[in-house]
């Protein structure tokens, strides 16, 4: 069984009540409940919550939320890996035990059906333990630059000063979005930026985090400006 987990919990500090908060027309997290369901990739979609208005708002969507989930796994610190494992035994406890199970963000608007199932097809074609979103630095982060105690500037690595940008290798980040993964991965709590994980590719336009209110905005003009262009 493939199943798409979808965490959200209600005490979002930074951003109150973020996966139930209207963006671009909906509910932050129904973007992400639509993109499983077309991606035609699960068995089932259920969010993971300790929340009952988001359990509701998210079962109006179309997927379930057949349980709450418990307090200790839904504070500022919990991990992701915690959080899946979690679902993945409850559902295990109560019918089929997933195989595969991707963990999709409620706050991710950008996420697409069809990267879902690239992520599924690299999972299984490359037998990898996890497959996940991922996008390329904008800016060479071998060139980075610290503020240090006194207020003045120090390269990270100051030995590529000179250095052409053209002549770094380039890096790459979480985009934040999905993480296709085995069950067995997932409970056994396997790091997840590891060689045994594939990325997905994202173009950097239709990756954003949305952490602050100033990302939201953001995150909300880059989404208008995309969805002219059917995401391209």
Request: glycine fraction near 6%; charge should be negative; proline fraction near 8%.
């Amino acid at each position: 069984m493939k199943v798409a987990i979808i965490p959200a919990r209600g005490g979002s500090k930074r951003i109150p009540r973020k996966n139930v908060k209207p963006f671009c027309g909906k509910p932050m997290l129904a973007w992400s409940i639509e993109a499983a369901l077309a991606s035609g990739c699960f068995d089932r979609v259920v969010m993971t919550t300790d929340d009952d208005e988001i359990a509701t708002v998210a079962e109006g969507f179309g997927a379930e939320a057949p349980f709450r989930r418990p307090p200790e796994l839904a504070d500022d610190h919990t991990p992701t890996i915690p959080v899946v494992a979690h679902a993945i035994r409850w559902l295990g406890e109560h019918g089929p035990a997933p195989e595969l199970a991707c963990c999709l963000y409620a706050t991710a608007p950008f996420v697409q059906a069809e990267d879902i199932r690239r992520g599924l097809d690299i999972l299984l074609r490359e037998g990898c333990e996890y497959a996940f979103s991922a996008t390329s630095f904008p800016f060479p982060i071998q060139r980075a630059i610290r503020i240090n105690a006194q207020g003045r500037v120090e390269m990270f690595h100051p030995e590529h000063f000179n250095t052409r940008s053209q002549d770094l290798e380039e890096a790459y980040h979480d985009a934040g979005q999905f993480y296709w993964g085995r069950a067995s991965a997932w409970l056994g709590g396997k790091m997840l930026f590891a060689p045994h994980s594939a990325p997905v590719l994202l173009p950097r336009c239709r990756v954003q985090d949305i952490d602050t209110p100033e990302d939201w905005r953001r995150a909300e003009s880059m989404f208008r400006a995309l969805k002219g262009d059917s995401f391209a």
